[in-house]
């Protein structure tokens, strides 16, 4: 069982930033991958990014890709989601997931509660 925690969602300004947190307890070889995923108002829940806790992998939707970066710190078994320039259109629902690898939420068997990120015009 892999249990994992989000933190770190919010109100700012449109061209702000923020860092959501991942914190994941019970780790397998089978969760190798973490992932972001965001569920905008009244849509389905999309692919943000993608970090592997081994090496130096990581892969980002194109929607995200230049303002968003994903880090970790495997000491503390934490996922960052550095967010910048932030948009309207990035406001939603986050989630992070834990899994073997892919942009599908299918592909990941674990999810976090989710934190609500909202950018204002």
């Known amino acids: 069982q892999v249990d994992l925690v989000e933190s770190g969602g919010g109100l700012v300004q449109a061209g702000g930033s923020l860092r959501l947190s991942c914190a994941a307890s019970?780790?397998?070889?089978?969760?190798?991958?973490m992932a972001w995923f965001r569920q905008p108002p009244g849509k389905e829940r999309e692919f943000v990014g993608t970090i592997r806790w081994t090496g130096r992998t990581t892969y980002y939707a194109d929607s995200v890709k230049g303002r968003f970066t994903l880090s970790r710190d495997n000491a503390k078994n934490t996922v960052y989601l550095q967010m910048n320039s932030l948009k309207p259109e990035d406001t939603a629902v986050y989630y992070c997931?834990?899994?073997?690898?892919?942009?599908?939420?299918?592909?990941?068997?674990?999810w976090g509660q989710g934190t609500q990120v909202t950018v204002s015009s």
């Open positions: 019970g780790r397998s070889f089978s969760t190798d991958y």
């Open positions: 997931a834990a899994g073997a690898r892919g942009t599908l939420t299918r592909d990941y068997m674990y």
